[in-house]
């Protein structure tokens, strides 16, 4: 089902320093896994969320937490995230560095495999009671048996990727951990899957845990996907060489706004190609006789926004162009499978520019697979990422400078 009302990340009236750095960040809108799992834990219960890498689950955990650690900061470990890889530890760091830039949270990743200098500069920092500290089991277990890592005043516990953890043997690891914890605390775990194994270690470890899980769509196989690296500019013409270069029956263009589609329509007809777009703007009587010569093939290509993509049941589509990239995977998802209906094999393309990069990447991280990238049609330029926000180092500082309630917070203007 779709939403109706969009939140808004200042709905959730965050700190101002959490939420400077979100803005920072480019992060508007909440995705599902957040908008479920954040009022829950800034509400202060327990929680297991079922949800894969990609979901913006790192957001949905650390905000909260974050955002408490602002209004109530303590000079000791006050979180501890146990992950199972260093990949994963060093990924949810950087996503904290970025959501802690206007704050005084110290903060520490620790993993295995490292060198001796490496293992001193952890051992320093969590001396200094890093507010934050994220790891995997082995390392942490290394550091609190030498008296490094102090957990009396912990207040967060978080598992990540719980399901792996499991399988790769940790949970007598996790365990010894948990064991130097105060019992009072809350904790959040976070795994892709929910075998029964999860669920008895979680009543181990939760207290009266309120559940969410965010189903992931899969594309279907037969839809050939590709992606085109190309600046806003020159997608007008890579869409005009596709359409020739492809020469499929019943094309559909995406665009992310009517006026795009508009915009598109007209373009497309300079450059002779017999396109019409369809949007809420048409009468209900002239969208249907564009949708009668679409569906009869007399017109060949489509230009259409998601919203009235929906509505289209249209089988035997040759090919599907993304112009923009669309706003989540689900979209992307419902966007593709206009092609390869009824067993038929279709191509799927999406024009992706400098900004779009992230926003897809997480598309592509939430369907667990990698689109394949297009060489650029001759003369064309290869679009490369433009960098949204900034991804700094933390600020040094004292974690007890502030101390103010969140309850009172005006929303920013
Ligand atoms: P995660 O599932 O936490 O690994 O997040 C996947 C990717 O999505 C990361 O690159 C995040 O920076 C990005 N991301 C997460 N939440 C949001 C959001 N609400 N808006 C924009 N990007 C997001």
């Known amino acids: 089902m779709r939403k109706i009302l969009t939140l808004h990340f200042h709905d959730f009236l965050f700190e101002y320093e959490i939420q400077d750095g979100l803005d920072d960040m480019g992060f508007e809108t909440p995705t599902p896994i957040q908008e479920l799992a954040i009022p829950i834990i800034l509400d202060g219960s327990d929680l297991i969320g079922c949800a894969q890498t990609g979901t913006g689950k790192t957001a949905a955990f650390l905000l909260p937490v974050l ?6 900061p303590i000079a000791a470990t006050d979180t501890l995230v146990i992950v199972p890889t260093r990949e994963l530890a060093l990924q949810i760091y950087q996503a904290l560095q970025g959501f802690c830039y206007h704050t005084n949270i110290t903060s520490q990743v620790v993993y ?3 060198d001796g200098i490496s293992f001193e500069q952890e051992k320093k920092a969590l001396l200094h009671g ?4 994220i790891g995997t089991p082995g390392r942490l277990i290394a550091h609190l048996n030498m008296g490094n890592l102090k957990l009396e005043n912990l207040r967060h516990l978080i598992l990540d990727e719980a399901d792996r953890m499991l399988d790769m043997g940790f949970v007598e690891d996790i365990l010894k951990i948990i064991n130097q914890a105060p019992k009072k605390r809350q904790t959040l775990m976070f795994s892709a899957t929910m075998p029964p194994k999860i669920r008895q270690f979680a009543a181990k470890l939760l207290h009266e845990p309120k559940e969410i899980s965010i189903a992931v769509s899969k594309p279907a196989e037969r839809v050939v996907q590709g992606v085109f690296r190309v600046h806003d500019k020159d997608k007008n ?3 005009v060489w596709l359409l020739k270069e492809k020469n499929l029956p019943s094309v559909i263009i995406f665009t992310g706004t009517k006026s795009k589609a508009r915009q598109l329509e007209r373009d497309l007809q300079k450059a002779g190609v017999n396109a019409k777009s369809i949007s809420s703007d048409l009468e209900q009587k002239e969208r249907e006789e564009v949708l009668r010569a679409f569906r009869s093939r007399r017109l060949p290509v489509l230009v259409a926004t998601d919203v009235l993509s929906r509505g289209i049941d249209i089988e035997d589509i040759g ?7 669309p706003g989540d995977a689900e979209d992307y998802i419902h966007r593709i499978g206009r092609t390869a209906r009824a067993e038929s094999k279709g191509e799927a393309y999406t024009f992706v520019s400098g900004e779009e990069f992230r926003k897809f990447k997480r598309i592509e ?3 667990g697979m990698e689109v394949t990238k297009m060489a650029n049609p001759a003369g064309i330029a290869e679009a490369s990422v433009a960098v949204q926000g900034h991804l700094h ?3 040094p500082g004292n974690p007890n400078s502030r101390g103010k309630s969140h309850f009172f917070r005006k929303k920013k203007s």
């Not at 955002?67 to 109530?72: G, I, L, R, S």
């Not at 890093?130 to 500290?133: I, P």
């Open 393 to 395: 180092s933390k600020k």
């Open 67 to 72: 955002n408490k650690m602002v209004w109530d």
């Open 112 to 114: 295995g495999g490292t």
């Open 319 to 325: 090919m599907v162009i993304n112009y923009d990239v």
């Open 237 to 239: 013409s890579v869409a």
């Open 365 to 367: 991280e939430l369907m």
């Open 130 to 133: 890093a507010n934050v500290v």
